[in-house]
């Protein structure tokens, strides 16, 4: 079983990949997960939308040339269970704590170098998932 972290700030840094969540606001008031890069906002996740339920909203991985490291993220279920994250490099398989933020998201990141990654909420549950988009640093 994954271990689940909570955090309830309305700021989450992430050292390992430089990003930052932030709690926001979607439309008529929903709770809404912003996704930084370092100053860019990359995605926002709103939670309650009908227009695009998805337990897996986005996933990254390291720029070349720096660290390696593994980012996902997304909205929790109706019934607040964690998901179950998996980050894979070929056989190798490395499960992954989810972290929940503001009762209605989650995040997990991980060192190291992955390609793809599997979330589901149990073993009987479809699994979401796919390859890791790499992070483009912006040009100077």
Same mark, same amino acid.
């Given at each position: 079983?994954?271990?689940?972290? &909570?955090?309830?700030?309305?700021?989450?840094?992430?050292? !390992?990949?430089?990003? @930052?969540?932030?709690?926001?606001?979607?439309?008529?008031?929903? #709770? *809404?997960?912003?996704?930084?890069?370092?100053?860019? !906002?990359?995605?926002?996740?709103? /939670?309650?939308? @009908?227009?695009? $339920?998805?337990?897996? %909203?986005?996933? !990254? +991985?390291? *720029? +070349?040339?720096? #660290?390696?490291? *593994?980012? /996902?993220?997304?909205?929790? $279920?109706?019934?607040?269970? $964690? #998901?179950?994250?998996?980050?894979?490099?070929?056989?190798?398989?490395? &499960?992954?704590? /989810?972290?929940?933020?503001?009762? +209605?998201?989650?995040v997990a =990141?991980?060192p190291g170098?992955?390609?793809?990654? *599997?979330? %589901? =909420? =149990?073993d009987a /549950? $479809?699994?979401?998932?796919?390859?890791?988009? %790499?992070? +483009?640093?912006?040009? !100077?």
């Amino acid at each position: 079983m994954t271990d689940v972290m &909570q955090h309830t700030t309305a700021e989450l840094y992430l050292r !390992l990949s430089d990003c @930052t969540m932030r709690v926001g606001r979607g439309s008529r008031g929903r #709770p *809404a997960l912003e996704v930084y890069a370092g100053y860019r !906002l990359i995605d926002v996740a709103v /939670a309650g939308s @009908t227009l695009a $339920p998805t337990l897996l %909203r986005g996933a !990254l +991985r390291s *720029a +070349r040339r720096e #660290p390696a490291w *593994a980012l /996902a993220w997304g909205v929790l $279920p109706e019934d607040g269970a $964690p #998901p179950r994250i998996e980050f894979r490099r070929g056989r190798f398989v490395l &499960q992954a704590p /989810a972290t929940i933020f503001a009762d +209605r998201f989650w995040v997990a =990141t991980v060192p190291g170098t992955y390609r793809s990654l *599997a979330v %589901r =909420t =149990t073993d009987a /549950a $479809p699994v979401e998932g796919g390859r890791l988009t %790499r992070m +483009r640093l912006p040009r !100077l």
